[in-house]
DNA sequence: TTGAAAGCGTTACCAA
DNA sequence: TTGGTAACGCTTTCAA
């Protein structure tokens, strides 16, 4: 930058002015810098500005891991997410600052923010971190986590509204029939516990002769959710219908159902939750109530945004949508 | 810091030693001044930090949309790769900063390497900027790029073997009977182009009776592709197979071809390029290369960790590899 | 082993 | 409208 006020004969603190499009410069004189600067390729260097100006333009976006070591950034439920957030955040001119967080390391959110190397923080999925973002939250306001709405919680979610549509799922699956419906997920992710409320609540109002709850704690990952799913059919046949807490799950455990013999949706209707792209085209194709991704990424955005503002923007819910695929209905193509 | 120091009773200099495990200051104090930091919560300011070290502990990660307006990040090719390199990132410890270019801004490769915002830079896919790449290698070294490896290129590329891959589809489909192959996609990008000369190359030395190269220059989004072959079987029904330059424009073919009322691969044989997750369950699923993107993230990271450690590391190719799958080989299930 | 001071490259305030 | 100067929060050299 003092090599540019050389050349343009100023002060240092003019061609930062100039660079800024600051009105206070004379035309000719901010003119001749700009062309300088073009000339000699010399660009702000956004370190130090970020530095004196105390904001980062970046938002970083987090993805915990708590739950899962295995789980890799490779997940399409992320991966799908991801993509969206780059959109709508690089649509503000804002960069995005993307990190994965393994379990051990436990302060991660209080350096992340003490750090102080993005204006605002969006967290993709609560994990198992939920008390983590209770305290960081009482202190940080720019923070929205992509996640499940709990009690009394105080720090900023977007979701969809789990309950309600697990509620959906298994008074579908009623409907078509099923009397014995298996819930495959692990409840310690706070989004999967709503699920499973949902689940449980429709199977107390379901009519006589269906089965009561019953869970298969699954993990997240395709393999787990696999063996957890043929673990449950060797020891116990009895279901005609699985509520995969998420798609990954469900497609597992549709993997896991053929492997063993039966057939789905003839022995055993699957359903899932997410509607990632692979369940549209899964053979057989998968039900499963769709969260509006691009959606919800512009409303974590929005809200991120305003309370960069200073406001204090409140939670949001969407619904889910019931996509009725083969996996629950019609007789299976393969 | 100073802060730290004065409940410490040092000065920040030390504060800062201590903090940065440095052997220099008494173990007593060391474990005095964490302590301290650990129970106020201090963390260093990393801006701060990486303006002093100049250095920033971040790789910059960029899409450039060149080619493509309406292609969103949201890409699954993009957004697997991503996922790929986030992981790969992450586990050296550093972060990962993501950008997405759009076309209008030109000067965006010397722009963001002037800002000094990252270490290095990860590019994914040359789209249609292969001249910005050049000028940039010309003085910035750590810079790699995931795409084809043109002739007398001077900036490092990670990527398969295009050519090479592209001949194996042809002479499968070749050997498979097909005669009148069409190639499918826009060679204005590197990659797609190089694609396109082993398709010629193959042909050129096909079997009497095989048709003559003809291209339908399709772009990257599911939608332009599909309505680049419905155009294209409407004005011309000569053909029975089709070589999709990507995975995307392959699928949305065979979509194409499907809503014609033609059936896939009974009358046309459709192949892909990539080996994208849905490859493997579309109905049909889609024979492909497939690109081994894992092993090109850790590659693409690794030479640019080795260029930022002043090694002058070159370019690598891989091999890609044939997939056989039912679209161009059994009748299809649907 | 520690403290003092300089400097990384900006921007903003104050004075002219 | 411009210039000088201080400050953003850290690290490192030099001296003690």
Redo the contacts with the bound molecule.
């Keep these: ?2 090599d540019i ?1 050389k050349l343009a ?12 499009g ?9 003119d001749l810098i700009l062309k300088l600067a073009r000339e000699q390729g ?4 956004s ?3 970020n ?4 904001r980062t333009r970046t938002i970083s976006v987090v993805i915990p891991l708590g739950h899962e070591t295995g789980q890799a950034l490779s997940d399409p439920f992320f991966v799908e997410m991801l993509g969206h957030l780059a959109d709508e955040i690089t649509q503000r001119g804002y960069g995005m600052f993307l990190q994965k967080i393994l379990p051990p390391m436990d302060d991660w959110l209080p350096r992340l923010i003490a750090s ?1 190397r993005a204006d605002g923080i969006i967290i993709i999925g609560q994990s198992t971190e939920h008390s983590a973002l209770e305290e960081a939250a009482a202190s940080y306001r720019p923070m929205v986590v992509w996640g499940g709405h709990l009690e009394h919680q105080s720090y900023c979610t977007v979701g969809t509204d789990n309950v309600g549509g697990a509620r959906v799922v298994v008074e579908h699956l009623i409907r078509s029939g099923r009397r014995r419906i298996v819930f495959l997920g692990d409840p310690a992710v706070p989004e999967i516990k709503l699920r499973h409320e949902g689940y449980k609540y429709a199977l107390d109002r379901a009519p006589r002769g269906t089965a009561a709850a019953r869970i298969v704690p699954a993990h997240m990952t395709a393999d787990t959710a696999y063996e957890a799913m043929r673990a449950f059919i060797k020891e116990d046949g009895q279901f005609d219908a699985v509520f995969g807490a998420t798609d990954i799950i469900a497609l597992s455990a549709i993997r896991a159902i053929t492997a063993s013999g039966l057939n789905v949706p003839k022995d055993v209707a699957v359903v899932g939750f997410d509607d990632i792209a692979l369940a549209a085209h899964f053979n057989p194709t998968l039900t499963t109530m769709r969260q509006d991704l691009p959606r919800g990424a512009r409303i974590l955005v929005d809200l991120l945004f305003r309370r960069l503002d200073g406001e204090d923007a409140p939670s949001a819910t969407m619904q889910a949508e019931l996509i009725v695929r083969e996996s629950s209905t019609a007789a299976s193509r393969r």
Tied chains: 1, 2.
């Design positions: 930058m003092s006020a004969g100023v002060h240092a603190s003019t061609v930062s002015r100039a660079l800024a600051s009105p206070l410069v004379a035309k000719k004189k901010r010399y660009v702000v260097n370190i130090a500005s530095l004196r100006l105390r102080h």
